[in-house]
Structure formats: C-alpha cells, structure tokens
C-alpha cells in the first residue's frame, strides 16, 4: 500500500509539483529576456535625462502661463 491511499491527495501532488515546474520554467524565460534586455542596453543611447530636462521646461512655461494668467485676471479686476 501506498503511503496516500486517497486519490486526491495524490492529485493535488502532482498539480502542486506541475505548478512548480511551470513557475520555474517561467522564472528562466524572465531571466534569459532580462538578459537580452541588458545585452541591447549596452550600445544603446540613453536619453532619458534629456526627456527630464524637457519635461521640466514645458512644466515651467505652463506655470509661467498660469501665474500670468492669474495677474491679467487680478489687473482686469482692479480696474
């Protein structure tokens, strides 16, 4: 006699063990695309400082634009 006599447990066993080896499986294809990820950085331009700058100029002239708005509103007003 086996040590599980009930079917079901012997299920569960076997999905819990496909489970894990689909996970595993999983976790080696994230790593070998993480890798090739890091192999196409290497001669790759990184230009994300100066998508920052940019984004920091155009939020600059928008408050620029608002404060400027805000005096003509408040000089319509006073007069």
């Known amino acids: 006699m086996s040590r599980t006599s ?3 447990k012997k299920y569960e066993g076997r999905m ?6 689909e996970k595993k499986k999983q976790e080696e294809l ?11 950085k290497i001669g790759a331009k990184d ?7 940019q984004n920091k100029i155009k939020e600059k002239e928008e408050k620029k634009k608002e404060r400027q708005k805000a005096y ?8």
Do not use: V, Y
Request: charged share 50%; net charge negative; no cysteine.
């Open 16 to 21: 819990r063990k496909l489970e894990q080896a």
């Open 72 to 79: 003509e509103e408040e000089f319509m007003k006073s007069k």
């Open 47 to 53: 230009n994300s400082r100066e998508i920052e700058l």
């Open 30 to 40: 994230r790593k070998l695309e993480e890798m090739e990820n890091e192999s196409w």
């Open 6 to 8: 009930n079917g079901k």
